[in-house]
């Protein structure tokens, strides 16, 4: 019924939107680029450069902040604008959610290259300095578009920590991404008040629930023969845990994995978190589909309707991943927000 939507590596993208709070609008959300428009602020060298970035094995050396940006996948141009660094951004592609709303008509200002991910040629056209990729498939070596292949014609690229191999995805990992951008890019002050207000974002929903018992979730991404599930090393085990909650499927040594309808029935998880994003049937689909399963009748989530609707991009290593904690939260322990 749903397939699986997407090929992202070991993700599949996107969502719908998380709207920010106002917290963000004073770190560069909706807010004028502090750059400026003129090309003296674009072009001037702040202090502390060079910068040597190694990401993901691909060491780079930026003599100055890049000027011409091009972002595939959302969540790597919300950061950016997150940043108030609009102005250097010259071409975004793979819109496949809401934009969040304090960034909409920035967002919209800037041309979009492709539905999908465009072609290497395609984003040669924009005549980028620097190319920043969301997931895995942003450098697809059979599509062309790889990082070699970027280098070769002089344009630097970073592809979000998400996708380096690492084991185990923490919010930690946020925070450094957020750094990493504002160094490159000569902004280190924005980033690391960005930082900090997402930082008190989490652990303010997190006190909210940290005496209450821990109540246990299933991730319902899509599938219907099976599950295709968060696992123990996705960003989206730990959201539910700093919101009171344990992902059932911990245990699964994979950001994301399947598993049998029978397992979820004998793990009775007391809440169902949704995945909600683009290609992967709407939400309500997904509900009556779950509900509509005489197997799962049973399982306390279903019986009692409890289900808590989480974009997808808000389990990621993005601006969104801190806000997802309180929504979360919210959905498992709503006693504690009265």
């Given at each position: 019924?749903?397939?699986?939507?997407?090929?992202?590596?070991?993700?599949?993208?996107?969502?719908?939107?998380?709207?920010?709070?106002?917290?963000?609008l004073?770190?560069?959300?909706?807010?004028?680029d502090d750059d400026g428009g003129d090309a003296k602020a674009t072009t001037a060298v702040p202090a502390g450069f060079p910068v040597t970035i190694d990401n993901c094995g691909v060491k780079t050396t930026y003599d100055k902040p890049p000027s011409r940006v091009v972002t595939i996948h959302q969540h790597p141009a919300e950061l950016m604008l997150a940043l108030g660094l609009k102005t250097r951004m010259v071409g975004t592609a793979y819109p496949d959610s809401a934009v969040l709303p304090e960034l909409k008509k920035e967002y919209e200002a800037i041309p979009e290259l492709a539905e999908r991910e465009p072609s290497f040629e395609k984003i040669l056209?924009?005549?980028?300095?620097?190319?920043?990729?969301?997931?895995?498939?942003?450098?697809?070596?059979?599509?062309?578009?790889?990082?070699?292949?970027?280098?070769?014609a002089g344009i630097d690229t970073y592809l979000n920590r998400e996708y380096c191999g690492k084991k185990q995805v923490t919010m930690k990992d946020t925070y450094d991404e957020i750094r990493t951008i504002g160094k490159i890019f000569g902004v280190p002050d924005r980033a690391d008040k960005l930082v900090a207000d997402l930082q008190s974002r989490v652990g303010k929903a997190a006190a909210e629930v940290e005496d209450e018992p821990g109540v246990s979730v299933f991730v319902y991404d899509s599938g219907d023969k099976s599950a295709f599930t968060a696992g123990g090393k996705s960003l989206g085990t730990e959201l539910i845990r700093l919101a009171g909650g344990k992902n059932v499927f911990a245990d699964l040594d994979d950001v994301f994995g399947d598993v049998s309808w029978e397992q979820v029935v004998e793990r009775k998880p007391e809440v169902i978190a949704v995945y909600d994003y683009a290609g992967a049937g709407s939400v309500e689909a997904k509900k009556k589909f779950l509900l509509s399963q005489p197997a799962l009748a049973d399982v306390p989530a279903v019986r009692n309707k409890r289900f808590v609707v989480l974009p997808l991009t808000a389990t990621l290593v993005g601006i969104r991943s801190a806000y997802a904690v309180e929504d979360l939260a919210r959905g498992l322990h709503p006693e504690s927000f009265r």
């Open positions: 019924m749903f397939p699986h939507a997407r090929t992202r590596g070991l993700l599949r993208a996107a969502a719908t939107a998380v709207a920010l709070s106002s917290v963000l004073t770190t560069g959300c909706g807010s004028s056209d924009a005549e980028p300095d620097f190319v920043y990729g969301g997931y895995g498939s942003a450098f697809a070596e059979k599509e062309g578009r790889s990082r070699k292949a970027f280098a070769g």
